[in-house]
């Protein structure tokens, strides 16, 4: 069965203080890893995709990386606006019909 | 370009009584996804659509929980009789074809069971 863990659950930074979110996976095959915002009372919002080991993408304050095993988010110099809950979903590459499976999620608050 | 667009917002319900939630996908989208996220989860499938026919409701509970997806455009989503466990956000996205392409996610609409 396809897991995704995302860590911390929580992480609360002063603005300025740069840090890294954690998505690791376990899936026979990955065809794709998804990064998302949310807000609070709104749906997730598209951020990256990645396909393949090596691979990084970057926006802004916010850069992802991916291995084998896990993907990072890392947020540099973080604002009060990069406060919110990001998450991590996957999608595994091993024939036939496949959907995304979306981790928890790790709520970012970022304190001026 | 317009975003997803869901309705209602907000639906407070009694246990065992009806609901029903709809969706607009964008504009050309042929793809149509409903999520359930429960509070401090990620969202979880619960039926894509490519046009109107279904590809997956492997995780849609059959025997309360019906969708259909009128003329490939709208989408609603509907729960009879409603259950304490279905108090979530139930979340519509669309994409331009399948899970590979940039999922838009509309605002999500609050059920609260009594």
């Known amino acids: 069965e396809d897991q995704v863990t995302q860590s911390p659950e929580a992480l609360r930074l002063q603005e300025g203080e740069s840090s890294s979110l954690n998505c690791s996976y376990t899936?026979?095959?990955?065809?794709?890893l998804f990064w998302y915002r949310q807000d609070p009372g709104k749906g997730p919002e598209f951020l990256f995709t990645?396909?393949?080991a090596g691979e990084e993408k970057e926006k802004e304050r916010l850069k992802a990386t991916l291995t084998k095993k896990e993907s990072f988010l890392h947020i540099t110099a973080p604002k009060p606006e990069d406060s919110a809950t990001y998450l991590c979903?996957?999608?595994?590459?091993?024939?036939?019909?496949?959907?995304?499976?979306f981790g928890t999620g790790t709520k970012l608050q970022v304190i001026p | 370009e317009a975003g997803v667009a869901q309705s209602p917002r907000y639906k407070i319900i009694e246990k065992r009584q009806s609901v029903a939630f709809w969706c607009n996908p964008i504009?050309?989208?042929?793809?149509l996804y409903w999520y359930q996220q429960i509070l401090g989860q990620g969202p979880k499938l619960l039926i894509q659509f490519q046009n109107n026919g279904v590809v997956d409701d492997s995780q849609l509970p059959k025997d309360r929980f019906s969708a259909e997806r009128l003329k490939g455009v709208d989408s609603t989503l509907k729960i009879q009789p409603a259950k304490l466990e279905d108090s979530a956000v139930y979340l519509c996205a669309s994409s331009t074809r399948t899970f590979t392409d940039t999922q838009y996610f509309g605002p999500g609409t609050r059920l609260t069971v009594l």
């Open positions: 899936v026979s095959g990955l065809r794709g």
């Open positions: 979903a996957v999608l595994p590459n091993s024939g036939g019909y496949q959907k995304v499976t």
């Open positions: 990645l396909y393949s």
């Open positions: 504009s050309g989208h042929a793809t």
